[in-house]
């Protein structure tokens, strides 16, 4: 099938790249020259692990360019997968999905195209993009004869980090739309993926337990509101972990042996109960502001999503406070952040807990040094107020150093040689943000370990 991506993200890039790999012919189009320019010469402009390897096996069956009138014209599906940043109230920005629907309307000259939001938009989006479309269209000078469009959502739920994996071998696609041929046109086009027919590539293998994806195909709010209804409940099971987590603290209960003894039971199931300095990125925590905006518009409260927004914020500030409680005084102590991406596998550093952390510290009168193994350069670029703080070696954020905290758990971290560095700290503690170092062989080595519940 021809197939148009507009945006160039995570969620653009992965799908404009896999659906290639799986012998569709894909144009993505991005208004950045810069980022064109790169990704025609083979070079991924975002950090995510495969993707280099994917684009040069998907080359001969994709192109990317600036020029919409170069990629809409005779695709069956066009996939927006913009930005929708929160707007100060919380609301997502809906700018730029706005044009590209304009400029997607401006050139569609198919018998007929699915125009699929990919973006995570708010829920009623489909129907307005479908408004912004035909209304485009109908202001066009000359309207090809025959043309016909229809809108489709068909949200995204692959991982930063994972995201070559979570596409080629979803847990399910979910595809929405009030008219029935677009869920045929978005069914063919999954094929491959729903009967797993394509050969793995090397670098991420398919899982042995893999069987047939299971497909969702409903309509449009029901598409719209499971990806917000997902990410939310992801979101609130892991601060439910941490809530739990300061209840054990408190109790003298061991916090992963209590989320290991529930996550066995498979109604609740192991994951997403990492307990730690809780959940950040660019999905969880615009996710669960949006869902609660929305149900603001109906006059309806959801405190349970509002809730496990507040524990995430909190666990925040309970790294500081667990710190000051050990230290005493945080003024003039130098406290080193271990990890400054928002998960290990990225670089991305939105509303990284490592961030809040930092100017919380600051607030306090500590000296603060960041270290990440990746997402070191585009900090210095995006956070220009902490860049000074950045160490690029371990031996300098380590050197005389009052109190470490494993923010991020790359496997750089858990694989280091601890037993170089505890010489180096003016005292040993560690303070571990995300409970997966080994306690006791930490204090073997000298540390005075400490766990953010417990
Ligand atoms: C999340 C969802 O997992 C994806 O399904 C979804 O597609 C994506 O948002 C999105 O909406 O675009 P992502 O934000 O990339 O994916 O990362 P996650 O792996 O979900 O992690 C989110 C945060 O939760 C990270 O800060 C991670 O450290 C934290 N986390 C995760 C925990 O604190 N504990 C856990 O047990 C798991």
Redesign the pocket.
């Known amino acids: 099938m021809k197939v148009c991506v507009v945006g160039t993200g995570y969620?653009g890039l992965t799908t404009g790249v896999s659906l290639a790999f799986l012998g569709h012919q894909v144009t993505c189009v991005d208004l950045d020259q810069q980022k064109v320019d790169m990704l025609n010469g083979g070079r991924c402009p975002i950090y995510e692990p495969g993707m280099d390897d994917l684009l040069a096996e998907a080359a001969p069956n994709l192109t990317f360019t600036t020029s919409y009138t170069d990629a809409v014209p005779g695709a069956d599906v066009v996939f927006v997968a913009v930005q929708t940043p929160s707007a100060p109230d919380g609301s997502p920005d809906l700018r730029y999905l706005r044009s590209a629907a304009e400029s997607v309307a401006q050139n569609l000259d198919h018998s007929f195209t699915v125009v699929v939001n990919k973006s995570?938009v708010p829920i009623g989006s489909g129907n307005w993009v479908d408004a912004i479309l035909r209304e485009s269209f109908a202001q066009r000078a000359e309207r090809p004869a025959g043309c016909e469009f229809s809108v489709a959502s068909n949200p995204?739920?692959?991982?930063?980090?994972n995201a070559i994996h979570d596409t080629l071998f979803p847990d399910r696609i979910v595809i929405g739309s009030d008219n029935p041929r677009s869920l045929e046109v978005l069914n063919q086009l999954y094929r491959p993926i729903i009967n797993q027919t394509f050969t793995a590539p090397s670098f991420s293998p398919r899982p042995d337990d893999i069987g047939a994806v299971p497909l969702v195909s409903t309509d449009l709010a029901s598409a719209e509101l499971i990806k917000y209804a997902?990410?939310a409940f992801?979101a609130l099971k892991?601060s439910y972990?941490n809530e739990i987590g300061q209840l054990a603290a408190k109790v003298g209960a061991d916090i992963t042996e209590v989320t290991r003894g529930m996550g066995l039971d498979q109604r609740i199931g192991s994951?997403?109960?990492?307990a730690?300095v809780?959940?950040?990125?660019?999905?969880?925590g615009k996710?669960t502001r949006a869902l609660i905006a929305t149900a603001a518009e109906y006059n309806y409260s959801m405190p349970i999503v509002q809730a496990a927004r507040e524990v995430n914020e909190r666990q925040r500030l309970i790294a500081v406070e667990r710190l000051q409680d050990e230290l005493r005084i945080l003024k003039g102590r130098k406290i080193g952040l271990l990890g400054i991406a928002?998960?290990p596998n990225t670089d991305d550093l939105r509303d990284s807990?490592s961030l809040d952390i930092a100017n919380l510290l600051l607030a306090r009168g500590a000296r603060v040094r960041l270290h990440d193994p990746i997402a070191g350069e585009r900090f210095r670029r995006e956070q220009p107020a902490l860049a000074p703080y950045l160490s690029e070696s371990l031996d300098d954020l380590f050197d005389d150093c009052d109190a470490v905290v494993l923010v991020t758990e790359w496997a750089q971290y858990l694989e280091l040689d601890w037993s170089k560095f505890v010489g180096l700290m003016r005292t040993p503690i560690l303070l571990d943000g995300r409970h997966v170092l080994d306690a006791d062989r930490m204090a073997r080595l000298g540390y005075k370990y400490l766990a953010i519940a417990g």
């Open positions: 969620v995570t995204e739920f692959l991982r930063e980090g997902a990410n992801l892991i972990a994951r997403f109960l990492q730690g809780g959940w950040g990125g660019s999905c969880f996710d928002f998960k807990p």
